[in-house]
């Protein structure tokens, strides 16, 4: 069965400070990957997302992740975070063989102190 | 963002009493997800539908029924509720799934105590 692992469960920025999160996932054959964001309170809306094509996949808000066959990684990155940006973040991968449904990683909570 | 209500958003209910909860779709979209979301685990599937009276477990099923009777309409039962299924719920919807197109859009999530 696949899986998805954010090893950071916590991270606490600076505005302006550069960020990456990772995600890693178990499956080995073809998948579809997504990462979600959560603002506190309110639902998961879709930040990007990797079908095909381009590894590199550039999202909404100036985020983008790079999709990296070779390590099963899909993180995600910005140059720049805003204080807006605290919010929960997760990684899903779906599998396209088998009957196996989308499944999503522990979330990585980020803090960005103004 | 996808047009997906939830229904109530929040309710405070007894152990042992049974809860439903509504999600409503105006996209037509044929597939329809329950999840659960507990700090530490993420979200976890309960129950799926893949069309009216189509609908298959999850990951964590146990103490949860579904029902889907219109294509816009997936509701979520807990037939007696425990102070475990204290949760927020969420349910998406996707148009297609197991291909390169499918993507799930969330609700806005029914909070759920159960005392």
């Known amino acids: 069965a696949q899986s998805v692992s954010q090893h950071n469960h916590h991270v606490i920025l600076s505005e302006a400070a550069s960020l990456e999160l990772g995600c890693n996932y178990s499956?080995?054959?073809?998948?579809?990957l997504f990462w979600y964001v959560q603002y506190p309170g309110q639902h998961l809306q879709l930040l990007l997302k990797y079908f095909s094509g381009d590894p590199l996949v550039k999202g909404i808000k100036g985020f983008e992740a790079e999709f990296i066959k070779s390590k099963f990684s899909f993180n995600l990155r910005k140059p720049s975070v805003q204080w807006s940006d605290t919010a929960e973040y997760f990684c899903a991968v779906n599998a396209l063989e088998g009957n196996e449904k989308l499944t999503f990683g522990t979330g990585t909570r980020l803090t960005i102190i103004p | 963002d996808a047009g997906i209500t939830q229904s109530p958003r929040h309710k405070v209910t007894e152990t042992g009493t049974p809860v439903t909860l509504r999600c409503h779709q105006t996209e037509n979209h044929r597939y329809m997800y329950w999840y659960r979301q507990d700090p530490g685990h993420g979200l976890r599937l309960i129950h799926y539908?893949?069309?009216?009276?189509?609908?298959d477990k999850g990951e964590v099923s146990d103490g949860y029924s579904v029902s889907r009777s219109k294509t816009e309409d997936f509701l979520l039962t807990l037939e007696s509720a425990t102070s475990s299924q204290t949760s927020v719920y969420f349910c998406a919807i996707s148009e297609s799934e197991g291909s390169r197109a499918d993507t799930q859009y969330f609700g806005p999530g029914t909070r759920l105590t159960v005392l």
């Open positions: 539908s893949y069309g009216v009276k189509d609908t």
């Open positions: 499956y080995g054959g073809t998948v579809n």
